[in-house]
């Protein structure tokens, strides 16, 4: 089981005695923001079923200012007092606590220099294990401080597989009776969608957005990644049919729409309102309704994501596709798509009038259906664009051979051949479809 472990920077005080408070309810009265934080961070986990235990850890950091002044002694600030007064260091302080486990000093540098800087990255980040669940208290940390935690946290995320469960701080200088412990996981969480999104974005990969299902409170924030989890996987995976006919992707849109228009948005959503905006334009060129384009547009998104086998996978069988939703045939049905193949393959080899050196043993059912196929205005040897629409087709057919024995012919294009062409005929065939349709 993975260890809880609180991390904190000792500042130097003097501190003042207070009350603080977490979900407008008093925590706890004290000179640390550290006790009152683990004790709300206690109550909060035993509730969660998720209790701390002996071998969890709370450390605390420390320059050697901080160990005297306040850790070994507590140099306080008290009403009426000109200079500080002696009192109680944190060491003390928490020894009268019941947690399970002891706060631990570990010692920093003052942070004086870059070199300094970096040795306090190290000392903290090796005080972390693989798997652990980090809860930070940032109340003590000022000027560069907070900057390098926010890089230590990402780094911890991607060396060690942390997870980051808490981001808490003292806000010790608001003017109330009690002093809120803010909760400010919530900017962690936006840091890990902002990487998982920009991940999707850039490369069409929906790991990082899946795996933060684990961290998501929002059941309907759920459903949009599985959504969009499986929209993706039916274009790696060349799910022809349900690209075609765009269910899935309907319903993600929908789902997407109803969570951006939403009225009720807490101001911290707002950001992730952004991003997933972002997500909803990456979906715009595909119809969210039955449509043969579709096929053509994941084989452009395969490119753009270097799924080039894929890419030419969909676009050969999206041309049998198309041909078939053209003359109502059955798009699941292997022997009509079949007919439509061997109509194409007839064009390109111009023997649509050489019955006798079409393929043997066609019953006359498959010959009026090919001839029916072969009638159609979008493969007659007639129109620049119809003749180009055929010669796409064989090009692609080949390509996708040389793919399918793995190049194992000869003069097999080289990767970066492969690349260019594909993304060559990806553009190809959605301009003449355009034109085609333009011209009906």
Request: charged share 25%; net charge negative.
């Given at each position: ?86 009192k109680e260091g944190l060491k003390a302080e928490s020894e009268k606590m019941d947690f399970p486990f002891v706060l631990t000093p570990k010692p920093i540098k003052d942070g004086k220099d870059t070199d300094e800087i970096w040795d306090i990255f190290d000392t903290i980040f090796n005080e972390i294990n693989d798997g652990d669940e980090l809860y930070f208290d940032i109340t ?301």
């Amino acid at each position: 089981m993975a260890r809880k472990v609180f991390i904190s920077i000792l500042g130097t005080g003097p501190y003042g005695e207070c009350t603080y408070s977490a979900n407008e309810r008093p925590v706890f009265t004290t000179r640390y923001i550290q006790l009152a934080t683990l004790k709300y961070l206690v109550e909060k986990c035993t509730v969660e079923n998720n209790p701390w235990t002996v071998n969890d850890v709370a450390i605390i950091f420390l320059t050697s200012k901080a160990e005297s002044d306040q850790w070994n002694k507590g140099m306080a600030r008290v009403a009426g007092q000109v200079k500080p007064v002696e009192k109680e260091g944190l060491k003390a302080e928490s020894e009268k606590m019941d947690f399970p486990f002891v706060l631990t000093p570990k010692p920093i540098k003052d942070g004086k220099d870059t070199d300094e800087i970096w040795d306090i990255f190290d000392t903290i980040f090796n005080e972390i294990n693989d798997g652990d669940e980090l809860y930070f208290d940032i109340t003590h940390a000022f000027r560069y401080l907070p900057m390098l935690l926010t890089v230590l946290i990402n780094y911890s995320k991607f060396l060690k597989k942390v997870t980051v469960k808490s981001i808490t701080y003292g806000n010790f200088m608001a003017e109330t009776d009690s002093k809120p412990i803010m909760d400010l996981t919530s900017i962690s969480v936006l840091q890990d969608w902002t990487y998982a999104a920009g991940t999707y974005l850039d490369s069409g990969n929906v790991t990082k957005l899946v795996e933060l299902k684990s961290i998501i409170k929002s059941d309907v924030l759920k459903k949009i990644v599985d959504k969009l989890e499986t929209v993706i996987k039916e274009r790696q995976t060349c799910r022809g049919l349900q690209i075609h006919n765009s269910e899935s992707l309907s319903s993600l849109k929908s789902e997407l729409s109803d969570f951006l228009e939403s009225k009720d948005v807490n101001p911290e959503d707002e950001p992730l309102h952004q991003i997933l905006k972002k997500v909803d334009t990456s979906l715009e060129e595909f119809s969210v309704f039955p449509n043969f384009m579709n096929g053509f547009q994941a084989a452009k998104w395969c490119v753009k994501n270097g799924l080039f086998q894929q890419a030419i996978t969909m676009l050969r069988e999206n041309f049998v596709t198309l041909f078939c939703e053209r003359h109502g045939f059955d798009l699941m049905d292997k022997d009509m798509r079949l007919i439509v193949e061997i109509a194409l393959n007839i064009q390109i080899n111009h023997k649509q009038n050489r019955k006798d050196k079409w393929p043997i043993e066609l019953s006359d059912t498959q010959i009026v259906d090919i001839e029916s196929v072969l009638q159609d205005k979008w493969i007659m040897s007639v129109g620049k664009h119809n003749n180009e629409l055929v010669h796409i087709y064989q090009e692609i057919r080949d390509y996708r051979n040389n793919f399918n024995h793995a190049g194992f012919n000869e003069n097999s294009p080289s990767p970066q051949e492969i690349e260019a062409k594909v993304n060559e005929f990806v553009e190809r065939t959605i301009t003449c479809f355009y034109k085609l349709n333009n011209n009906q």
